[in-house]
């Protein structure tokens, strides 16, 4: 099922964002309305008509022509003013653009890319980028999958717009950890193609929703090879969400896990207590180095022979995000369907709470969509 950039009326029934076009230009109004269209944008046009301020005030975005300029001089500043001309030698558009205070002054066709992205941010309502947590294994069997399926978990639960994406397909599935293998949803061989721009909105409606959270992970199909295009197309469509991305990655430096890397904000390496666990995650954390500056180790306890984590994250040069003890039958939950994090007092809830209270603000407006 291919996505494409679209947008969709409100599930509420409230009408969608619609920018607002302002030019009696026959040529630029032309442009902005294909534009317009291949984002799925319905905008609101006002040639000679006269602009109410609420009009003004109320349009998520603004698409100025410059031929407009003394209409909207008297006009209070407001942000998402976009000024736009024809000609990039003309420079009285700079100057008119410093006076309006507009957020951009750009030329078309030159600026097309840039303002095709603009008009879908506002369609889509963006707003922050989703903090975006990447989470690997020192070695094989660390818990990494574990402790991102905690991250999401918990944050859903505290109210955060939650993505959990599986970007190891040799892993087994992270809707099966979640007990949602059954559960209906884009997996990534249905997204292995993706480039260019996709649909926020859809995306986050195409896949499979669990505990709160959407998740994409794998079929049980055979293994599908995910290029670092469609890697980067996916994880910016789910970062444009807002909230938090957990991002599940293997230990092989693959051009598409480099990318999934250089997306991230911030990462998690899960290091067992011990001697070749911190051998094996020396090398993971090389590795990751030169793709994501934010690299933290997470030691995972009791180890057989009493390393300190202290000494554990000097030995990798990693800062210490905190320890993980052994929780008791988390094995069997997960058996059973109930997902990693889902017991609140048990040592993963509270160290993902923890976790997530230090680097992610109060949710706002809940888990709403």
């Known amino acids: ?72 001089a008297a006009l209070p500043r407001r942000p998402g003013v976009v000024l736009l001309g024809l000609d990039p030698q003309d420079c009285e558009t700079w100057v008119r653009g410093v006076e309006l205070g507009v957020e951009q002054v750009v030329h078309l066709p030159e600026a097309q890319a840039w303002l095709l992205g603009r008009i879908a941010d506002a369609v889509e309502e963006v707003t922050a980028a989703a903090l975006t947590v990447a989470v690997l294994g020192g070695r094989g069997g660390a818990g990494a999958s574990t402790l991102a399926c905690g991250l999401a978990v918990t944050a859903a639960r505290l109210g955060h717009r939650t993505a959990l994406v599986d970007a190891d397909p040799m892993g087994g599935g992270l809707d099966v950890l979640l007990g949602g293998e059954a559960s209906d949803g884009l997996r990534w061989p249905d997204l292995a193609g993706a480039r260019g721009r996709l649909s ?3 995306l986050a409606d195409s896949l499979a929703q669990l505990h709160g959270l959407a998740v994409l992970s794998w079929d049980r199909g055979e293994v599908t ?17 807002g909230g938090l991305v957990v991002l599940d990655l293997p230990r092989t430096p693959e051009p598409a896990v480099a990318e999934a890397l250089r ?9 067992p207590a011990e001697l070749r666990a911190m051998a094996a995650a020396g090398r993971v954390a090389a590795a990751a180095r030169p793709h994501l500056a934010d690299l933290r180790a997470v030691v995972r306890l009791p ?5 300190r984590s202290a000494e554990i994250g000097h030995g990798l040069g990693l800062p210490l995000a905190g320890e993980l003890p052994t929780e008791e039958g988390l094995a069997l939950d997960v058996e059973h369907g109930r997902p990693p994090g889902h017991r609140a007092a048990g040592p993963l809830a509270r ?8 680097v992610l603000p109060d949710p706002e407006g809940g888990t709403s969509r």
């Open 263 to 271: 997306q991230a904000d911030t990462g998690l390496l899960v290091v």
């Open 351 to 358: 160290f993902c709470a923890a976790y997530l209270t230090e």
């Open 225 to 241: 090879a995910v290029s670092a295009e469609a890697m980067c197309a996916v994880l910016a469509a789910a970062r444009r969400r």
């Open 303 to 307: 180890g057989p022979v009493g390393l």
């Open 200 to 202: 926020s909105l859809e």
């Open 1 to 72: 099922m291919p996505l494409r950039e679209q947008h969709r009326p409100a599930a509420d029934g409230a009408a969608a964002p619609a920018p607002l076009i302002l030019t009696q230009d026959e040529a630029l109004t032309e442009h902005l309305l294909r534009l317009c269209a291949a984002v799925g944008a319905e905008p609101q046009l006002a040639g000679a008509v006269p602009v109410e301020r609420r009009q003004w005030a109320g349009a998520p975005l603004v698409l100025l022509g410059d031929d407009q300029y003394d209409r909207c």
